[in-house]
């Protein structure tokens, strides 16, 4: 089957720690996403990559950073520089140039106390 | 950047009747729109897309229509069911160049009544 796959579905995490979130997939797609979202709130845009060994800030990318280092994979590092780093993270792909649809893997809840 | 929003952010409607989700965009250069719908965790999934070349696209149960004088955007769907119910983002591409970014809107929340 050919998708996006996130792991793992829930984290805990103390403050202070950093944090890695998986996000693979199958489906040969040059870019990938990250979004944070919260509670009633839209998906915001953490980082992006087009194409491997390449990416690129999103709207709010302070306190995260990311790497992609292989095509089929995008992982999303929170650090404790993150105020506020309690949400729901969604990664994506799409096929890149020419092509706005984007699919989503099932999230990650991440929950730092 | 863009900027889109929706007309509602919580939507109630009878089981079988028809409801409509709106969407307003500030980008009257926007070509593409896209209709995604998440349920409770989970991640979204496309329902539908809409070109600027076209005011009207159906598809199963669902049509969207596009009014670029108002820059308006709905989704219809019909004889809605329970498994309708979920969040309904709409979405348009992001204005900077050479981007394939997305703009979410922040979502209407469909509740179906049985």
């Known amino acids: 089957d050919g998708g996006i796959t996130q792991s793992p579905k829930y984290l805990f995490r103390k403050e202070g720690q950093n944090v890695t979130l998986s996000c693979e997939q199958n489906?040969?797609?040059?870019?990938m996403y990250w979004y944070r979202q919260d509670p009633g709130q839209g998906l915001r845009l953490i980082y992006y990559?087009?194409?491997?060994?390449?990416?690129q800030k999103g709207d709010i990318a302070e306190g995260y950073s990311v790497s992609r280092e292989k095509k089929e994979s995008f992982p999303l590092t929170v650090t404790s520089a993150q105020k506020n780093p309690t949400a729901f993270y969604l990664c994506?792909?799409?096929?890149?140039?020419?092509?706005?649809?984007?699919?989503f893997g099932p999230g990650t809840r991440l929950t730092v106390t | 950047g863009e900027s889109v929003g929706l007309h509602l952010p919580t939507l109630s409607v009878q089981e079988g009747d028809n409801s409509i989700i709106n969407c307003a965009y500030s980008?009257?250069?926007?070509?593409?729109f896209i209709w995604y719908k998440q349920e409770s965790g989970k991640g979204p999934q496309f329902i539908i897309d809409?070109?600027?070349?076209?005011d009207k696209r159906q598809g199963q149960r669902v049509t969207v229509l596009l009014n670029k004088t108002v820059k308006h955007l709905s989704l219809q769907i019909a004889a809605t069911q329970p498994g309708d119910s979920a969040v309904y983002f709409c979405?348009?591409?992001?204005?900077?160049?050479?981007?394939?970014?997305?703009?979410f809107g922040k979502g209407t929340k469909l509740s179906v009544i049985p």
């Open positions: 994506a792909s799409s096929l890149g140039t020419g092509d706005y649809e984007q699919y």
């Open positions: 979405a348009v591409p992001y204005s900077g160049a050479g981007s394939y970014q997305l703009t």
């Open positions: 990559s087009q194409i491997v060994n390449d990416f």
């Open positions: 809409i070109r600027s070349n076209m």
């Open positions: 489906l040969n797609h040059d870019a």
């Open positions: 980008n009257s250069a926007s070509d593409y």
